[in-house]
């Protein structure tokens, strides 16, 4: 039995209502439907289902999305505004973990970005710490799927993580996303699985299945791992292509113990 927990994200079998996903993840080993917010957690609970990290909350103008977040100063009222009212929701459900993200660059240089991203940060840790909730940020490529996104290196983001010292904050390192940016997945996880919360998966390219026809070797990725010690969580991100998709995550938590 793997040292660390499996877990669905929701978003990609959005199609599929909540109780029949959790009924088949559940019947597959999966302990996790992740990237669910509040109204979707006592669903997951009745179903013996756990939220392995929490959605992001969403404000005004989309703040707080994937383009629009912490490195920019003027979001910063606004973010401390919805992650205060966010983090006891998700501490209150036993949930450990919640997202966020850097924003886009739009023309700010890497420097002053993750110095604006460790200030709006910083004034949202002391209640992250107060209700126990790890804030993570997730490295995403802005190669293919979110072009300008400023948190696209895992150089960057353990900077960040260094930056801030916290064990309040840490990194989501996304497998697929980070193998379009810079490869060396294996490598990377040894140098910075202490900087590292969680994890997702999908097969590279196209995102999809974790199969003979993507280039990623998961189960090489997994058993280092388990050489690092990693006790977090691993999340299936793929999107399937044959609907509705429970034979490829069975195949996926299999391949990925």
Not at 173 to 186: K, L, N
Request: charged content about 25%; overall charge negative.
């Amino acid at each position: 039995m793997s040292e660390y927990r499996h877990s669905v994200c929701r978003w990609c079998f959005g199609e599929v209502p909540l109780e029949e996903l959790c009924e088949q993840v559940r019947q597959l080993g999966y302990e996790s439907i992740e990237l669910t917010g509040p109204a979707e957690w006592p669903v997951l609970s009745e179903h013996g289902l756990t939220c392995a990290i929490a959605t992001f909350p969403q404000g005004p103008d989309g703040i707080g999305t994937i383009e629009k977040a912490f490195n920019r100063p003027e979001h910063h009222d606004v973010l401390e505004d919805i992650y205060r009212e966010m983090i006891p929701q998700v501490a209150a459900a036993g949930i450990h973990q919640l997202i966020l993200f850097s924003g886009n660059r739009d023309g700010m240089d890497d420097a002053t970005g993750l110095q604006h991203c460790a200030a709006g940060i910083r004034r949202i840790l002391p209640y992250a710490m107060e209700h126990g909730v790890i804030l993570v940020m997730e490295l995403l490529n802005s190669k293919v799927d979110h072009p300008d996104y400023m948190c696209d290196h895992s150089e960057w983001g353990a900077a960040l993580v260094d930056e801030i010292d916290s064990p309040f904050f840490r990194l989501l390192y996304d497998i697929y996303h980070m193998q379009i940016m810079e490869g060396d997945v294996i490598a990377t996880i040894r140098k910075h699985h202490a900087r590292i919360s969680h994890f997702h998966t999908a097969g590279v390219p196209g995102r999809h299945e974790l199969d003979d026809t993507q280039e990623l070797n998961y189960k090489a990725i997994c058993a280092c791992l388990h050489e690092v010690g990693y006790n977090g969580w691993l999340g299936q991100e793929f999107t399937p292509r044959v609907k509705p998709g429970y034979d490829a995550l069975k195949a996926a938590i299999e391949l990925c113990r």
